[in-house]
């Protein structure tokens, strides 16, 4: 029996034109869809009119998920791989199951798209030759130490951070590392996009009497560079 395939396919960030053709065929034809949150992935699915069964494997069910969707493809079922937005297994989940399957001895094919990191690296203005991507830094435990090492780092840091401690990473920022130059984007794509540049305190000041929601990038440049 010929195994099926695992397709782990880029969706957009937040507009849905953001999608390649590529992406959109192959959610058509795979025999069913994993994803993070059925609510949002058919929000997706109903723009381009892709009706597919939808598999559910998050932080809860993973190890089990895992199991089941390899038993399908081992079976001569296809299957794609989607997050909630952007690429699927950058600070989003997904490495384990594609690990299993490459472990497997079944193929994986990547779709490519969007990317919140790469695409607020393309607008920032700041060094893009050589960057250290970190996504979420911890939330409690080894916090600042995570924040002293990036302190050091000589090129360019990228970073995810959440509606709730946006503020408190620029607080961080401007203690560790004040003088450097930061490029913060927010809802990227879509409509209430947003991007602020400056240091963390200058841009602390701009968010003081604002509300800011949605998902964050921070960009931070490496310590003089402009000399």
């Not at 059925?38 to 069910?61: D, E, G, S, W």
């Not at 929601?213 to 960009?219: P, T």
Request: with cysteine; hydrophobic share 40%.
């Amino acid at each position: 029996m010929k195994l099926g395939k695992l397709f782990v396919v880029a969706t957009p960030i937040g507009n849905l034109e953001d999608i390649t053709f590529r992406a959109v065929e192959t959610l058509k034809s795979a025999d069913f869809i994993i994803c993070e949150d059925t609510r949002i992935t058919k929000i997706l699915l109903n723009h381009y009119q892709i009706q597919k069964p939808l598999f559910v494997m998050n932080a809860h069910n993973e190890s089990k998920a895992i199991s089941k969707i390899l038993e399908r493809i081992e079976l001569g079922e296809s299957c794609a791989l989607v997050s909630d937005a952007g690429t699927p297994c950058i600070s989003d989940p997904g490495i384990r199951l594609v690990n299993k399957i490459i472990s497997s001895k079944i193929e994986v094919v990547g779709i490519p798209g969007s990317n919140a990191a790469i695409m607020a690296l393309s607008i920032s203005g700041l060094p893009t030759d050589s960057f250290v991507f970190e996504g979420f830094i911890p939330q409690k435990k080894g916090r600042q130490k995570k924040l002293q090492e990036l302190a050091a780092e000589k090129r360019t840091i990228v970073l995810y951070e959440s509606t709730y401690r946006i503020k408190k990473l620029l607080e961080e920022l401007n203690k560790f590392m004040p003088e450097r130059e930061i490029v913060v984007a927010r809802e990227l794509t879509k409509k209430f996009e947003e991007t602020w540049r400056g240091n963390a305190l200058e841009i602390l000041s701009d968010l003081a009497n604002k509300t800011v929601k949605g998902e964050f990038v921070v960009i931070i440049a490496p310590p003089d560079w402009r000399k």
